[in-house]
């Protein structure tokens, strides 16, 4: 027995298989923008997750050392830029290595801010830490650490792979001591 079968019946046309490669390749497109989003929130949550280790070393040391933060000797702002930069001259001037000596409250301070400045900026480059005290009873200090995020554009948000304009983002935490 014979079977006819009109044109419209025997395969895919062109135009099908063309619809198809386009809806193909615009879901691939995008798996790949939420696998870069995906990317990008793990190294901001990666990020931030350092900045609050970070944060908490410092505060660590302080509570280590209350001789002289508990004191209230502490400046009310201690701005730390760099391991070498600290805005307090008189913690700036001492050059102690307090892991080898035994050393005063305040050059174990200034040795634990320099050491923490050059970690912060080993693990979140171009970070800024700041130490704000308020004397009184008892002293309460707290660190902050303000940092630009490395975000990049949304694909469909702009130019692919081109750097944002990363806004300042701060971490604080507040000590007793």
Partial sequence: ?????????RGFSLLEVLIAVVVIS???????AMQATAISGTHSSQQES?????????SDAMIANSGYWGAGN??????VS????LSDGTLQGFSND????????????SYDLKRWAADLQGQVPGAQGAITC?????VICTVQISWKP??????????????????TVSYSLTNQL
Avoid at 26 to 32: E, K, Q, S
Avoid at 74 to 79: K, N, V, Y
Avoid at 150 to 167: R, V
């Fill in 1 to 9: 027995m014979k079977h006819s079968f009109s044109s419209h019946t």
């Fill in 26 to 32: 615009l879901g691939a497109l995008g798996i790949a």
């Fill in 50 to 58: 350092v900045i609050a280790l970070e944060a908490r070393s410092m």
């Fill in 74 to 79: 502490a400046p009310a702002t201690l701005a």
């Fill in 82 to 85: 760099s391991s070498t930069a």
């Fill in 98 to 109: 307090c892991s080898a000596t035994t050393c005063s409250a305040p050059q174990l301070a």
């Fill in 134 to 138: 308020q004397a009184g009873a008892p």
């Fill in 150 to 167: 490395n975000a990049t554009i949304a694909i469909n948000g702009g130019t692919q792979g081109a750097p944002a304009s990363a806004s």
